[in-house]
């Protein structure tokens, strides 16, 4: 399998696929002990009157995948996009392998980073959209090349291995030449993923992947994502997929008013709720 | 009529390919011009804002005829008065009257490239911009990767009917005196006293000219069609 070398792991039961990939960029620095990949501490938002996030703590492990569920409107989105700071958050602090994203200190104050800085950041973090968003100039392999070409300035030669590679992970290697709007949802969006892994991602943030999805198209990508947690790569996964979030998140947060209430291994989530709030969450949603 | 073609056709022709040689030269500048421009209006600064803003509003103001002639009569003697050096060098070259007449033309059409430019950047989704942001692309290598060659997809059309209307708007330079297709008509005018033949032929080839004109721009844009069905 050309696949394990998508993911850079440093997880235990991983370490043998880490050092067979051992991409250059492997070695970086890790947040103290605990080694967390992202960190957010007590990050809040406000848009306008609006509180979308408050006091949210989390903290996902190295090849850890996390899924964040709740209902509609409780900032799982603004969560995640905080993390790559598409949505400045303004308030708290956010950790990407140990360093801040979006600000840096200042005489013990916090000052908005150079956009500089925060694409240094960005290009370390994959992102995969509800609606794909891929370049629809471009092909299928275009795509793929965009960022490591334009942004890693890899050579040419070696950002075009690593697609094709990724693109047989994914299964869509008979669809270089296409664009995007010549593709079923299903496969933009493993195209999307596939785009995202091309970076080499330490961690892959995926938001309500499967929602603009028909119902028939929602498997393929969902298996996509469960290949690569296996892998051991770092996911953070907002969600409507329970059974997903069930069988292949290590964790589920659950969030509800823009915090999050409870955060706790995937399988306790599910056989025992915490709160009658989350007992009837996912009552409602199993049975839609 | 028809004696009158055959004397005439060829000399009708130079006009016409020097009338079309201004086009295409004004519209590379105005297609340039559009482009800054358009930058200009969506940046994120207010006073580059307000400067591209300013532009559009002025030079979509002033009819083409009243631009060419500042820029043909008024520019290089304003400067020889004036007695700066600097600008003599600068404005002197629009004594050529081709010369003047590109520039008059590509600065009156760069305005309403900027805002064809602009609005066609403006159609493209914003989620482009987060993708494309969210791979750590800055604002510029996005502009240049993704948002430009897009919206250039979408401004082709409207920048096809720009350039005819350049296209038509080239006979005015007959009033400096560059020797374009309206010009040679009015000289086989006052050779002939044929008048309306003289100029009904002028309008057959502008017509001739601006259908080849559509064709090919409907070509190039299904070509470049950001529909790949």
């Given amino acids: 399998m050309p696949n394990e070398s998508f993911v850079r792991s440093g997880r235990e039961e991983n370490a043998d696929r880490a050092v067979l990939s051992a991409p250059a960029l492997s070695t970086t620095p890790s947040q103290g002990a605990h080694g967390a990949v992202v960190e957010l501490i007590d990050v809040g938002k406000v848009f306008g009157a609006t509180t979308a996030l408050s006091h949210v703590n989390l903290k996902v492990a190295r090849g850890e995948t996390v899924a964040i569920v709740g209902p509609s409107g409780s900032g799982k989105t603004t969560l995640l996009r905080c993390i790559n700071f598409l949505v400045p958050y303004d308030s708290g602090r956010v950790y990407v392998n140990g360093q801040l994203v979006g600000y840096r200190e200042e005489r013990g104050r916090l000052v908005r980073d150079s956009e500089h800085n925060v694409n240094q950041v960005r290009k370390r973090i994959g992102m995969v959209f509800q609606r794909f968003n891929l370049f629809r100039h471009r092909t299928v392999l275009g795509n793929l090349l965009e960022g490591p070409l334009y942004v890693l300035r890899v050579p040419k030669r070696e950002a075009l291995t690593r697609a094709y590679e990724v693109l047989n992970m994914v299964g869509l290697a008979d669809k270089v030449t296409a664009y995007p709007d010549q593709l079923s949802g299903g496969q933009q969006q493993r195209v999307a993923i596939a785009r995202a892994l091309c970076m080499q991602p330490e961690v892959m943030l995926f938001d309500e992947v499967t929602s603009a999805l028909d119902p028939e198209l929602v498997g393929e990508v969902l298996a996509v994502m469960r290949r690569l947690a296996q892998q051991g790569m770092t996911m953070i996964v907002v969600t409507h997929e329970m059974s997903f979030a069930r069988d292949v998140a290590d964790r589920v947060a659950f969030m509800e008013g823009g915090t999050i209430v409870v955060d706790q291994g995937a399988r306790e989530f599910f056989t025992r709720p915490q709160t009658p709030r989350i007992e009837s969450f996912l009552r409602r949603m199993s049975l839609a | ?229």
């Fill in chain 2, 1 to 229: 009529m028809l004696q009158f073609a055959r004397d005439y056709l060829p000399f009708y022709t130079i006009g016409a390919v020097v009338g079309m040689g201004l086009t295409l030269t004004s519209m590379l500048g105005s297609v340039a011009i559009g482009l800054v421009g358009a930058l200009g209006r969506v940046s994120e600064r207010p006073a580059v804002r307000t400067l591209a803003s300013g532009y559009v509003a002025i030079f979509r103001g002033v009819p083409p005829l009243v631009l060419l002639y500042v820029v043909y009569f008024g520019l290089p003697s304003w400067a020889h008065d004036l007695g700066i050096r600097f600008l003599m060098d600068l404005l002197s070259p629009l004594n050529n009257r081709i010369l003047a007449a590109v520039v008059a033309f590509a600065l009156n059409s760069g305005a309403y490239s900027t805002e064809i430019i602009r609005a066609s950047i403006q159609s493209i989704p914003p989620e482009q911009t987060e993708a494309a942001r969210s791979l750590g692309m800055s604002y510029w290598l996005t502009m240049r990767r993704v948002i430009i060659p897009q919206s250039l997809r979408v401004a082709f059309a409207p920048l096809g009917n720009e350039f005819i209307t350049v296209l038509k708007g080239t006979s005015l330079a007959s009033v400096i005196g560059v020797t374009e297709l309206m010009r040679d008509a009015q000289l086989a005018a006052a050779a002939t006293f044929q008048n309306l033949v003289a100029y009904s032929l002028a309008a057959i080839f502008y017509v001739v000219m601006v259908i080849i004109l559509q064709q090919m721009v409907s070509m190039v844009e299904k070509r470049f069609s950001l529909h790949h069905a």
